[in-house]
């Protein structure tokens, strides 16, 4: 299966979903395919340490490289198709080329994990059209919900359904939407909620997902869950997430005033 994981705007956590997932789907022993989609802004292959690697999708869309020869195996037992910082690579991909050097490819895995780029683009046109399904990453802000809105409509004219909704960063500020107003405005599924987690700024410095760095974070475990729901594997009960979210001042007032 193909799936763009993909989001109206930057910022929200997209690459960590498509780091995370591809590592956690490999876990619980899938073959998995993941490539750095976004040839102008790359950020991946820096998550698995692979930016610098040759040769990269760059070389492959610009007919320099056979796709193989840019695949590498990383230590988790994520496959990476990772493209190069090179401004000089990009000018020279052809990203019409994208679609036939996934399929020539994809059938060698369970799941090929395709991190695009963000926003409504022509790249974007291509990596929707490429896709089996669509994983929009938003958080719970207006503006992230808006722009997935429109993406997902993308998608449709496309022909690629939508998978489902990451509902990411949850719990870092006051007054954020909930999971069943952005369920109806989207018209999808929120498959998960990732609660704001330090693990995985931290894991990002490190070169490194979060799920490497800590495997116990709560965002860790959110994403062994998305995993889970994606491959149909049940999630043993000690492993169940236990999401806490942070607590609103507002909350903190009702409790201590006994309101609820």
Known sequence: MIITVASGKGGVGKTTTSASLAVALAKLGKKVLAIDGDISMANLGVLFNMEKKKPS???????????????????????????SLSLEGYKKSDIDLLPDVVNEVADDFDYVIIDAPAGLNREMATHLAIADKLLLVVTPEMFSIIDAVRLKESAEMAGTPLM???????????????????????????????????????AALKKMSVIEYKKNSPASQAYMKLAS????????????????????????????????
């Open 229 to 260: 729901i994606i491959a149909g594997v049940p999630i043993y009960a000690e492993d169940e997430i236990r999401i806490v979210k942070k607590e609103s001042f507002i909350d903190k007032i009702k409790r201590l005033f006994g309101m609820y």
């Open 57 to 83: 999708l760059h070389e492959v869309l610009s007919g320099e490289a056979d796709v193989r020869d840019a695949i590498y195996k990383h230590k988790t037992g994520v496959y990476v198709l990772p493209t």
């Open 164 to 202: 489902g909704v990451v509902l990411n960063r949850v719990g870092r500020d006051f007054g954020e939407m909930g999971r069943d107003e952005i369920e109806m405005l989207i018209k999808g599924k929120v498959l998960v909620e990732v609660p704001e987690d330090e693990s995985v700024r931290a």
